[in-house]
Structures are given as C-alpha cells and as structure tokens.
C-alpha cells in the first residue's frame, strides 16, 4: 500500500465529517452500556462493553478477543496494517469502565441515557464516560473506520488494548502485560488518549507527567496512652512530636527541606519555560474556582512550573489521639500521617522515600520510634519531544486546528504510562480531546461535539502520519 | 464541750485500733454495691449507695437526706457540733459512684466481692472503689463513728457532701451547689480524701493543682477535597499548615511560644523547691513504667516541679484527610486538632485561649481560616500553705505518722476544687491516702489496710485540732 497522499487524506477527512451524526450515535450506543466497574451488579455491563468493543474492532478487520483477568476481562484486537507498513506499531489503550455515578440527584438527565445538548461551544453529549474514557477512546475508533471505510483501508499496524478496571486501580493490568509481554511488547508506541486539551481551540500534547513517593509514617512514644495531668511536663508527646517533624518539611519558601529531594530534579528548558508562559495560565480563576486566592509553592517559579515541572509534598491525611466530641485529656501512645511527594522526571521514587524515613528518623526525639510504610511508587515521566511519534502528533494537531499544539504537563501520575513503559519498553504518546470543565467523575459528565469532531480527524491525520503521509 | 484533750483523743485512738475489723467490715458492706454510674443499669446501685451513705450519717446524729438531682442523687448530711464549738464548720466531700470495671477478665476477683489479702504492706483490700472514693470517704466516716462512740462525740461542725456523678464529670454538681447556696456556703473549709500520699509512709497535703484550657481549632483551606495531582503545588494543604503552626508551640527548650503566656506564671518558693528535691523524686523510674525513658518538658527544672508547677502544652487530638487503609492522594478541604494546657496558679484560663487563638492566627498563612470551640477553662490552684487548715492538717498527720508531711502537688485537675470556690467561696485542703499504685481505675483496684487503719487516726486526730485540741 503506498503512503497515503493528500488527497486520499482529504477524503477520509470527508468522510468523517459527512458521517458525524453516524459517530455521535456509535457513542452513543456505548454510553447506554453501564459499565460501572467499582460496582459488582454492573459485573455483566463490563462484559458487554467489552463484547461491544471486540465486535467493532473485528467489524473492521481486527483479530479481537475479549480476555478474561481476576477482574473485568480485557478486550485485545490486531490489525497487522498493510504488508509494506513500516511505520510504527501503534498500541492504542484505553478502557471501557467507567466511574460510578452517585450523587444521582446531582444529574440533570438519566447518566446512561446520553443526550445532545447545545452549550456554549456548539453541540455537547452528556453521560457518565461521554469524555473518560468512552468518548476519547471512540475517536480513535471512528478515525479507523473512516480509514477502513474509504481512503483504502487502515493504514497503520494496530494492536487495541481497552481495559476494564482503570477507574479501581487497574489492579489485573500488570498482571496481565505481564502475562502477555511476548504479544504486546511488539509495539513500538503506545497512544493513550486519556488526558486534555489547553482549551477548546488549543490542541496538546502531554509530555509530562509526575510521579509519586506515597508513605505513612506512625510515631510511637509511651506504651499505653497517658493521663495528661499526671505526665504533662515529663513523658513525650508523638502527637506533638509529629507535627514538630512534619512542621519542617517546607521551608518559608516553599522548599521542600528533605536533604537532597532537589538533587536530580532537572529545570525545564527555557524554551518550555517560554511556551509554557506564553500560554497565560490563569492561576487566579483556577484557584478561585476552589475558594482560593493565594498560590503556595516553591518561590520563584510560575505556575505551570510548580503543576507540571516541580515536585510537591503534601501530607494527605493525619491522625492520633482523641478525636471525638468534647475533649479528653489524653497524651496518645502514637500518632500517624500520610506523606506524598509528586516528583519530577529523574527523580527516584525509592531514594525519596529513603529521604523522607532519614528526615523522619533523624528528628525523632529521644523515646519516640517511627515505622514506615510505603504505598505508591512512580517515577514521573518526561516524554522525549524530539521523538518522531511526538513531532508526528504535534504536527497531526496542528494541521487539524491550523495552530500549533501545546506541550502540556500533568502535575498527577497515568499509572498505565508507567506500566506500559517498565512491563513492555513502550513509552507512552498522551493526545487528548478533554476540557476543564468536562466534570470528570461529577455528575452531568460531558464532551463537546467539537472535540469528538477535531478528535476523530486529528486520529485520521496521526495515523497518515504514521503511515509516513 | 472542752476542747478534746490528749487523754481523749488517744481514748478515740485506741477506739479506732480496736475497732478496725468492723471498720473493714463497714467498708466492704459499701464496696459490694456495684454503684457505676456511667452505667443506666446500675442506677438503682446509685440509689442503693445514696441510701446507704444517709442510714449511717444519720445513725451518727446527722441531719440527713438524699437529695435527687436530673442525674444520681447527692447525700447532704449536717451536724451541728457542740454549742460552744468555735473552729471551723467543715465540708466533707466525696463521691459514692465508682468506674466500670470492664475489662473484667483481667480481674483476679470479682470486683464487688471485695478481698482481703497479703502484699508487701500488710493487709489490703481489692475492689472497685476500695480506694477511690469509698475507702477514702469511709477513713472520714470511720474517725466520726470513734469520735461518736467514744470521747464525747463528734466534737466539730460538719457537713457532708456525698455525689454520685464524679466518674462521668459531675455534671449535675454545680447546679446542686448553685441551688443549694445558701444551704452549704456556711462552711469554713472543704475537706476532700481523693488524693494521694507520697509513699505509704509518708503523709502528704496536696496543695497545688494545675489548671486548664482546652481548645479545639479547625483549619479550613479549599472549598473542597482536591486531587493532589492536579492541585499540588499552587492550592493551600491545611494540614501542612497546621502541622506547621503547632510544630511550632514548643522551643528547642520546651518553652510555650504563645507569647505572653508566662507572663503571670509564678516561680515556686525556694523552700517549696528545697522540699520537692528533697523528696527524692525517680522520674526514671516514673518514665520507666510507661515504656519511657527520657523527660520532655521545660529544660532547667526539675522533674516535680515540671509535673506540678509548670505549665504544659499537649496536642491530645489530631485528624484531617484521608486516614483509612492505603493510599488516597487528596489534599483536605480541612484539618483540626484539640490542644490543651496545663496552667499553674496566677495563669488565667480565658486568657490563655486567647493567646491560643491569636498564636494560630498570626500564623496562618492566606486563605487559611481557623475556627476554635473550648470545652474546659480551670484556674490553676495553690493552697495557702500558711491556712490554719493547712497547718491543722500537717500536724494532725505528722503527729500520726511521726514524721513530717509533705506538701505535695498535683498535676491534674480537681473540677470540684474549683467549684466549690468558684460556687461557694470555699477553700479546699486536700488529704488523700492513696498509693500511685492502687489501680485506681483499673482491674484489681486496691486500698492498703495501713493506709485506711492510718487514714481514719488521722481524721480523728485533725477533728482533734480542729476543736481546738
């Protein structure tokens, strides 16, 4: 097959607009589906879903199966692309579960009775999963129909991965690309369309994404808790030992006084310090939005610096002692607290959590023992934008919108582009259709026409590109 | 009546020698009713005990009643002393209710079948409320019962005041007082067995009791839980701040930072400081028995004087975020802890949790709130020790003991201490006969016999000089 030329692009692209309505309700379809998969009765409606997708994928030539894991099956469909293909092979992932739905009263219509309605931005469809991730995922669906339909068929060599566990934890994932390392691992990148665009006339590319160190720490003082009348003033506190220590994880600068947390934290270039300003993120509307006024942080860097390009600590949860109504006067025997840190490409999840149990430990009055445990460990993840797949998506967007795509951070983590990249080598291309205020996991979830639209033929304009077009 | 002279008084002694058995037995015959009275089912105990307190006052020559109130009843008995008596008109209080006695099975018998066996002092006596309060109460009953049986009789001007509310925080005691005024007011003095001796040797009048603020603040931050990922880095995290700002209540020297707060704290007499170090105090051992081996508190005193007359500062309660198993990235809408001092004498209450509000709020950063509630706001109390109740006292007990007592503090509180001043302008003299190990509000609860046998001489020897003798 040759390389797709521009003309036969401009007709799929046709194709794609003429065959909307045909798309929109194709979504629709699957939006019906309530593929809850946090709730054990919507067990069947994740094995529908997945049918539903095997039976798309191999209504356009793919070999799909549906492949059963500890929890919700997993759907993997091949289309090896035609016989002198030598692009890459494209892994698409994705999932077809979605998050559960209360508080139901909070919805203006039935969540998996999808409606089109208009809003500011032209036409919008709302559903639980019309963006996360049904939505995103049926336009790269809808590009390869298109391609399959006209234009001489699928360009490109395809595997589709659509997993059913991603909104608990995607906890069979590993499990199974471990098991099917051989098949998967031929890939040569994975396209997750998962995450969002600047705004509705700007298209991004996400090319970071951080990670994460999650400990708990508990302090233990006394045996047994105490009167705080008869050993005020002469037995250790862990309560107040604990917020002595964890008081001192921030300077009054922001910085995070972890010894060596900054080490290998590498500055973003000044060219994507440049983009990033030059984009006018504003800060002041984002925190108005959460009844703030007044950004923390590291001094001295901008705001999308701090989001996407700085390491955090936060302490996510705290407890010890009486905890009731009224007061007791106790002095508790301990005392605990969830530490997180959001780390920055080349940090090392491991080392952190190293150097938090040193800060810890090193603080610890006389008495008082801390024991640790661990939750969470990611690196973050800076994509290579220099890479043919990235320059390929960048350019896809940026003829599809006639401006220049975005290099977006992601100040939280997408485990799957962890896992993709340490079970199979695949690093990961994130390109994403969502907005702001799409209400992700909120009721009335919805995605703008404009976006599915754009999306679709932005997929049709990736996978010519893939195609060497 | 003469005042008692020595002839009598050692006539009431050799009465009380002779007659312990039936004192004991006395004592048991109160410590078989299971009156709990945190517990509705044993309601009717309460009663029974009320009941039991008013048939010996008055077999004694009191005027006495059972007196409901909107919990368990109030024994108030009155005896008006010979008519030419001249001291002072005595308030004896105490409680009749006992604690739960839960956990059961670690009781080595039943707990209102009360024991008599062998330790290392003599005889003792295990039960609940073998010590606490109805073996300290019964010394007093006892040394009225010699006074009453031989000598002459009761030779002082007493009321007692029995409650049955003290384990679940007297909270129907200060309406008692309040309507009952004009009725009790009349006292000189209010004498209370509930506190301890140094050692079972040596006597001891608690003459200082520390005080109390209790505050609980709220941080609150965004108007909602926010995703870590998303918003670490620009949005406030009100545990990080509050760990901050009470990390902070403590100097490197264990000092309060609130400023002012020791502005009205007074240093101890050097005479009073001569006799506490005298006393030859063992914080190791102290610490050791709770697992603990290192003193925090002020740097520069010693450990009595950080236990009794030094302020304190302790985090009894801490709790924000996401405590549960795992992992939850969530930065908290919210963060509270409930802070309490430790005052001394001279320390006023009200203004410390002012100080307490004002430390928190000049320290929180923007966007922060705090809101604050208090549930406890106690004076700290020091006894002057050069009352002729004190005096009386100290001699009556180093006269029994043949040797000197100790003025002893106390670092907890005494909310009836502070109600019968702050209701009826009435000193208390506090004079206890427990050990620190009697397991007062424990299984196995016990009261030494050496200590009851000494307890009801020494009740008799202080009516001694309060008549004059």
Known sequence: MPVPTQATLDKVLAHVDATLPQARDTLFDLLRIPSISAQPAHAADCQRAAAWWRDQLTGLGFEATVRPTAGHPVVVGHFAGPGDYTGPHILFYGHYDVQPVDPLDLWHSPPFDPQLVDGPHGKRYVARGAVDDKGQTLMFLEALRAWHSTGGGIPARITVLIEGEEEVGSVNLDPFLTANKQELAVADVALISDTGMWDVNTPAVSTRLRGMTYAEVTLKAANRDL???????????????????????????????????????????????????????????????????????????????????????????????????????????EASAKVSFRLVPNQDPGEVFEQFQRFVTERLPPDATATFAEYARAPGIEVNVDSPHVRAALDALGEEYAKPAVLMGCGGSIPVVTSLKSILGVDSLLVGFGLDDDQVHSPNEKFEEACYHHGIRSHVRLLAKFAGG
Do not use: C
Not at 306 to 311: D, E, K, Y
């Open 227 to 333: 009167h705080s009348g008869i050993y005020g003033g002469s037995a250790l506190n862990p309560i107040n030992a604990l917020t002595k220590i964890l008081g001192d994880l921030h300077d009054e600068n922001g910085r995070i006084q972890l010894p060596g947390f900054y080490d290998r934290v590498v500055p973003v270039s000044n060219a994507q310090r440049a983009q990033w300003d030059s984009m006018g993120f504003d800060e002041k509307a984002f925190l108005g939005s959460i009844g703030l006024a007044h950004p923390v942080g590291e001094r001295g860097y901008s705001a999308l610096e701090r989001l996407w390009a700085r390491p955090t600590a936060d302490i996510n949860g705290i407890w010890g002692g009486y905890t009731g109504a009224g007061s007791k006067t106790v002095i508790a025997s």
